[in-house]
Each structure stands twice: as C-alpha cells, then as structure tokens.
C-alpha cells in the first residue's frame, strides 16, 4: 500500500464532478489522487497543506494548440490599402514563420508557449504537430527531431502532452504541396506510419492526425483510419474551418468533408474522433459528430474571421465540445470557453445557450475545459477530473484576485467563466507536483 505523501485542502472545488465546500484530497508518493472527501481532513493522512482562499479544479485540458504559431502574436494585424486579410493571406504569413525556424528555435517557441499554459492552469495540451522536416522537405537525420523538440519543451516546463503528429500530403485535390509546405510533408503515409510506430514504442502519447481534407487524399485517408482504429488512437483533424474547404471537397469527394472522413472509417468508434472547428456544418455532418468531439477554438476563430461554432445545437445532439488555443493568440481557456457561450448569444440574440439541466451555465464550460478534451485527446482515465486513482493534475482559482474579491462562493465560477482570465490562476499541479 503506498504511504500518503501529502493532504491538501482548500476553500473550495469541484471533486469528481461535484462542487463542494472545504473539499481535501489525500496524495500518495507518487502524486496520484487515493482518497478525497470534504471537511476537516482526516488527521491521520500526513501533512496538511492548505491552499487557502481558492477554489480548486481540474487541470485544463488544451485540445488543440500549435505552439510555434505564438511566434506571430501581433505580426498578423497589419495590411496595406486595398489588399484584403483572410484566413488564406493569414495563413501565408503563418507559413512565412513556420519555413523560418530552426529546430532550437521550435524548441524555445514550444517552450514558451507551454509555460504560458501552465500559468493559465493548462495541465495537458494536444500539441497538432506539422512541422517535421528541413524547410526544403529533407528529413533529419531523425525523422522525429521537430517532434521531439516539441516533447523536450512540454517536459522541460512539466506539461503533459499528446503529439497530435500531422500526416500532410498536397496543396488541394491534384495539386502538389506548395514549396511552403514541403516541411510539413512525407514521403508517403507509410513513412508517417513508420515515424509514428517509433514515437509509440517509445511510449510517446499519439494521435493519428490527417491535417484537413484538402490535404489528405482519400487512399492515405482510409490508411490512416485503419492503423488508428488497429491500435486505439484518436484521429483529430481540422475540419470545415472555411467555406472553401468544404467547396473542394463536394467537388473532389461529392460530400461534405465530415461525410468524407466518415466514409474513410475514421469516424467508425464513437469517440474517437474530434473535428477542430466545424463550423461550416450541416444537419448530416452534426449527425456523423453527435458521438464524436468537436474542438471549438472560438478566440482563433473569432481572429481569422472563420465563423462560430455551433456549440449549443452539437450539445444536444450528444456531441462533446473541446477547446483549443489553436493559433496560440490567446492562451486562456477561461475566455475560450466564455466565447463559446457568448457567440452563441451573438447569434441567437438569446441568453443562456449552453446551460445544463439544472439551469447553470459553468458545469458546462468547465466539462469543456476539462474531461471533454481529455476524452478528444484519448486520455479520459488520466485527465480532466480530480478522482481517485488519476494524477492530480490541477489548479486553483484565487478568490481573493481583484476580479473575485467579496463575491459569494456561490457566483464564483460562474463570475469565473462569464468574467474572468487566466490571470485569477493561483496554483496549478501536474501529477501532484506543483508547476505553478
Ligand atoms: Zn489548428
């Protein structure tokens, strides 16, 4: 039996899905979570820590991010008269950046990006990798280096990580990739396969990751599917972010791209697939999604002018709503996921879209925040809820930041989710080891 290491408790949290009042939470060595109850901690459990004055929750799970994109916060808001901005004139910009970096400079950028994570109380990031060889297409002499700088920085700030490792192809349907995209490009899916098999056995957590549809053919699609639904891996891809994606694929498929990506079996174990963004959806594609994730990034959506995803409708037709940092503009879940909501209303001109059958508004956004990118991630038994037997990945909201301060503890995560940052983040523990 292991020996506790460690009780902490604090003002207050939400427990195995539950809220409550001075919750405690027992730790063994090796920070994993074996008992939890509420009141006073049971005085023969070992020592004692209090957090004080916060409430404490799951860790955020970030299910969508590209880390090296942090590199052109701000760079992107500028234009000169009579030239148009758009995702597509953004993108370019983005591939300017990404053909420019070395290995040690994906490596600082990650790194960056990772540590702003944890200080936003992100304990576990999907990190969709496409950048993996020299700017030209040569390989490394390890196939895996960019990968593996990426998975360098996440362990050296102490975030966990799921390498969502891209497989790009080409530019659209019979068009080679663009010179800018050699990069992100193998040779062939089985030479993805290959780089993945070796990140597996070296017991690396893995996505298999079709970037879109445009830049997959449908050969590579079903290989894809096949090898991820033989081995149990999430399949996540960027889907109808942009009406034009969604014209190419009529023309290339005649479907829409939620109806191609079905149709390749990736969509063949409910779960197991998440599409990031899904916003230019119709009745079919939200019937193919109502057992499957999608990853709403409503800050970069609202930045590149994609469009709202639908977060209420996909809800009640049983599809779970991550949330991603995506472009990594902002990293804050807290406002990810109140823009979830608040596009909702935007829309509808109606209040109170994502409530849940009680009537409140935070258990939902907070699932979002938490045990549904988890599950998007493939990693519900490890993360997204403070339970007996996980690690405990957390963090702490502090009651006492100016923005809460003498509101009721009722309101608090409402005032939270409706009002507040990243900033209000106290602490934040990653396999009970505090990073924060
Ligand atoms: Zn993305």
Redesign the pocket.
């Known amino acids: 039996m292991n020996h506790a290491s460690e009780v902490l408790c604090a003002a207050h949290g939400v427990v195995d899905g539950e809220w409550l009042d001075a919750p405690w939470l027992e730790l063994d060595s090796a920070g994993t979570i074996v008992e939890h109850g509420s009141g006073h901690p049971p005085a023969d459990r070992g020592p004692v820590r209090d957090l004080g004055p916060v409430v404490l929750l799951p860790g955020f799970v970030n299910a969508?991010s590209?880390a090296f994109q942090r590199a052109i916060r701000g760079a992107t808001h500028r234009r000169d008269a009579g030239e148009q901005s758009s995702f597509w004139s953004w993108r370019q910009a983005m591939y300017g950046a990404a053909n420019a970096m070395t290995p040690s400079q994906i490596y600082n950028v990650s790194r960056q990006a990772f540590r702003e994570m944890l200080l936003a109380g992100i304990t576990c990031v999907g990190e969709?990798h496409y950048l993996h060889h020299q700017p030209d297409g040569t390989q490394y002499d390890d196939p895996n280096e960019l990968g593996r700088s990426v998975l360098a920085a996440a362990a050296d700030v102490g975030i966990r990580i799921v390498l969502l490792d891209v497989f790009y192809a080409r530019a659209g349907h019979r068009q080679a990739a663009l010179p800018e995209q050699r990069r992100f490009c193998d040779h062939d899916v089985e030479a993805y396969l290959r780089r993945i098999d070796v990140l597996r056995s070296e017991g690396v957590a893995v996505g298999v990751t079709p970037h879109s549809i445009r830049a997959v053919d449908g050969e590579a699609l079903r290989t894809l599917a096949s090898y991820a639904n033989a081995n149990t891996l999430p399949i996540h891809t960027?889907l109808s972010e942009q009406p034009r994606e969604n014209e190419e694929c009529l023309h290339e498929h005649g479907t829409s791209p939620a109806q191609a990506f079905a149709d390749a079996g990736c969509c063949a174990r409910p779960r197991a697939f998440t599409a990031?963004h899904a916003v230019h959806i119709d009745d079919n594609d939200r019937r193919i999604l109502a057992n499957q994730h999608v990853c709403a990034?409503p800050t970069t959506e609202a930045d590149l002018g994609d469009g709202i995803v639908g977060a209420a409708q996909l809800l009640s037709d049983g599809a779970r709503i991550a949330l991603g940092s995506?472009s990594n503009a902002v990293i804050d879940l807290i406002q990810e996921a109140r823009a979830l909501e608040m596009h909702e209303r935007l829309a509808s001109q109606k209040r109170l879209r994502l409530v849940d059958d009680s009537g409140q508004l935070w258990p939902t956004l907070l699932r979002a925040a938490t045990e549904s990118g988890a599950s998007a991630l493939g990693i519900s038994a490890t993360a997204g809820r403070l339970a007996v037997g996980r690690p405990f990945d957390a963090c702490t909201v502090a009651l006492d930041d100016p923005s809460l301060d003498g509101l009721p503890s009722r309101n608090v995560l409402d005032a939270v989710f409706a009002s507040g940052t990243a900033r209000t983040i106290r602490h934040v523990f990653v396999g009970g080891r505090a990073r924060v």
């Open positions: 969508h590209h969709f960027h990031v990034c995506d």
